[in-house]
């Protein structure tokens, strides 16, 4: 399992929000290179960033604050927010993001998440947000009629890297991973699932790698590391334990 800090962006700085609510944002930081270094040297494997605005948008709005943390970050980014198109996919791909987040754009059009992982085969991730079992777009704004499960076997087979599954109702509250929805999901596809929203403290570290929990790709960290109730170098400590055990 790899453990994901995020670095959520709007108007160029780093805030985590409360079940994707803009006007519930709070501030962390005015420098998100900055931010991307600290993460960097306390031995993250993956950075996961999210350029809120543009998701809202349904286009990249925070291009600049991206830039400082790629040009800053010493690991591998995978960015999401805005990107509905392939233009927006390759310009992400050549400016060194390592993998391309696809959300609205997987529900609104499939065949482009298709085209995508042809052309770049293990840079496409599908981010799929749930409200109450359904697919939320647009930033959250809209809630669908499709469940989660049913936008994830769209791309069995499509060479889609990863699913990111996102809980709403728990994003940014501290209320712990829904573990049971994500390992779910992640043993109903092939395709490896990361789980996201509401990861409190260690004890979620403990329970994601229990051997029940074992298909879960991974977990992504925001409010947790940024107020302290998640330790970084304990938790990456006990992941590295658990795979020298596995």
């Known amino acids: ?34 931010q991307a270094m600290v993460f960097s040297d306390q031995g993250f494997e993956w950075l996961h960033v999210v350029d809120l605005d543009g998701a809202f948008a349904g286009a990249s709005r925070n291009a600049e604050a991206v830039g400082q943390i790629l040009s800053r970050a010493k690991m591998p980014v995978q960015l999401g927010g805005g990107i509905r198109d392939l233009r927006g996919v390759e310009a992400w791909l050549d400016r060194g993001v390592s993998r391309v987040i696809l959300g609205t754009a997987a529900v609104r059009d499939p065949s482009f998440v298709h085209e995508a992982s042809r052309r770049y085969p293990g840079k496409i991730a599908v981010g799929i947000d749930a409200k109450d079992g359904r697919v939320a777009v647009q930033g959250w704004a809209e809630v669908s009629d499709m469940t989660a499960l049913e936008l994830a076997r769209r791309f069995e087979g ?24 994500t390992r779910l999901l992640s043993e109903a596809v092939e395709i ?38 998640l ?16």
């Open 158 to 181: 499509a060479g889609v890297a990863a699913i990111i599954y996102t809980d709403i109702a728990r994003d940014g509250l501290l209320k712990g991973v829904n573990v049971e929805a």
């Open 231 to 246: 330790d970084a170098t304990e938790a990456l400590a006990l992941i590295r334990e658990r795979r020298g055990n596995a």
């Open 192 to 229: 490896p699932v990361i789980a996201s929203g509401g990861l409190a403290g260690i004890e979620d570290i403990r329970t994601l790698l229990e051997p029940e929990n074992a298909r879960i790709a991974g977990v992504i960290t925001g409010r947790a590391l940024y107020d302290g109730r």
């Open 1 to 34: 399992m790899i453990l994901y800090p995020a670095i959520d962006l709007k108007e160029g700085q780093v805030v985590r929000l409360r079940q994707g609510d803009m006007a519930q944002a709070t501030v962390y930081g005015a420098d998100p290179g900055a």
